[in-house]
């Protein structure tokens, strides 16, 4: 099992552009994330999605989109990059619901710079 | 709202030394306290994890201590090792039941270095 993979690895935008990053799982996960990485502050939620076809908000949403078409993968989209954005993107999945405490597989990350 | 406040910020410890990371949370409602580890250039990975009915849980050289009356909790690093050297993250969660759906809130990490 490959877990959790992320294309790209890297990324360099220029402000305005646009991108999506992809996230994969093949674990039968139920639960998908998108957290950003920033030094001295964490990781924090942009959004998250409890199924295929589900989305939701997470604690810093704005200037990024999401989808989940297919229960495997979860895209992340910024439609107009800025440089704000520059960080350290990781996506992570989740044993099915029903499970009290579910542990977080986290992929490689996609380090992305907005110049 | 940094919901978890972690420190230190970066912890430098010889071999064999004890390494000691601590986390305070605000949220009564979490019941959950999970650590993640994280080496340079890979995603955070599970270390060990407690639920607030137990006031200490040890894996190898990892425990954790829990003390919920003062809404805190420390991971500590026995006979701490090169290999350990690595970014810790303390979360907390609510679960994964309701509409909480399994979501963490991390602490801001802590850059542990091992001096061999």
């Known amino acids: 099992n490959a877990g959790v993979t992320q294309t790209p690895k890297f990324r360099v935008l220029k402000t305005g552009q646009s991108m999506t990053l992809l996230c994969a799982q093949d674990m039968n996960h139920e639960y998908m994330y998108w957290y950003r990485q920033d030094p001295g502050m964490g990781l924090r939620l942009i959004h998250y999605s409890v199924g295929e076809g589900t989305t939701a908000k997470g604690e810093v949403p704005d200037g990024y989109n999401v989808s989940r078409l297919k229960k495997q993968n979860f895209l992340l989209g910024l439609e107009s990059a800025a440089p704000s954005q520059t960080s350290v993107y990781f996506c992570?999945?989740?044993?099915?619901?029903?499970?009290?405490?579910?542990?977080?597989?986290f992929g490689p990350g996609t380090r992305l710079t907005v110049l | 709202q940094q919901q978890v406040k972690q420190s230190p910020q970066s912890l430098i410890v010889q071999k064999g030394g004890i390494s000691i990371i601590n986390c305070a949370y605000e949220n009564t409602a979490f019941d959950y306290f999970p650590w993640y580890q994280q080496f340079p250039g890979k995603g955070p990975a599970l270390l060990i994890a407690i639920r607030p009915d137990v006031s200490e849980k040890k894996e190898g050289r990892f425990t954790i201590s829990f003390n919920k009356s003062a809404k805190q909790f420390s991971l500590h690093i026995m006979d701490s090792q090169p290999g350990d050297s690595a970014t810790y993250f303390c979360?907390?969660?609510?679960?994964?039941?309701?509409?909480?759906?399994?979501?963490?809130?991390f602490g801001q990490g802590t850059i542990l270095t091992v001096h061999p």
């Open positions: 992570a999945s989740s044993l099915p619901s029903g499970r009290l405490y579910n542990e977080q597989f």
């Open positions: 979360a907390a969660s609510t679960g994964a039941g309701g509409t909480s759906y399994g979501k963490l809130t």
